[in-house]
């Protein structure tokens, strides 16, 4: 009745969970920023993912206009907005709270956020560059043993062939190889 009703409206808003879905958009803009900066760092290492950087920042460009909208999602719903994937998505969850003295964002690589600690120390097998098997895959996703017949993407010139790489760890990749790294 109207005593419930009075006792919802007298009640704390909701509290910030790190873990949870209920953080909302205007608290995500300092999580966004930590995990742009995390990502240049990876980038300076691996330059081929610097898409990574414009993917966040593209994801970040979407929140602001959203919040302009007076929108003010929660992250679990931040996917909708156009240009915020789910990998965007995970990276803010990973970078709600800010790093510790001595983390992985001070150049301390052992750090970082609790989920990056468990991801690196979970089941997923490191990948092992010196030694691994690989394979073109077609369409259907089966394996073909010619370049010829593998799946491709690209302009002429610039194609890209469809691969599974399986690296002596048990890491199973699965890409797109550039023409050059391709071999016929």
């Given amino acids: 009745g109207a005593g419930r009703k009075r006792q919802r409206e007298a009640s704390p808003p909701k509290t910030r ?87 992985a964002a001070d150049g301390n690589p052992g750090g970082g956020s609790d989920a990056a600690r ?4 979970s089941a997923v097998a490191a990948p092992t560059p010196d030694s691994f098997t690989w394979w073109y895959v077609n369409k259907k996703g089966e394996a073909v043993d010619c370049r ?3 799946e491709v993407q ?5 194609e890209q062939f469809r691969v599974c790489i399986l690296h002596s760890s048990g890491r199973m990749e699965k890409a797109f190889l550039p ?4 071999p016929p």
């Fill in 148 to 150: 010829n017949d593998a």
């Fill in 154 to 158: 690209g302009s002429p010139g610039r």
């Fill in 118 to 121: 468990r991801r690196r120390n």
């Fill in 17 to 103: 969970s790190l873990a949870g879905e209920d953080v909302c958009e205007s608290d995500l803009l300092p999580a966004f920023d930590r995990a742009i900066a995390a990502a240049e760092r990876h980038a300076k290492l691996l330059p081929e993912d610097k898409h990574q950087v414009f993917a966040l920042r593209k994801g970040k460009a979407a929140v602001i206009e959203s919040l302009k909208r007076g929108d003010n999602i929660t992250l679990g719903a931040l996917h909708t907005l156009r240009g915020v994937g789910h990998w965007v998505v995970q990276q803010v969850r990973e970078h709600l709270s800010p790093p510790s003295p001595g983390s």
């Fill in 179 to 182: 023409d050059a790294k391709a």
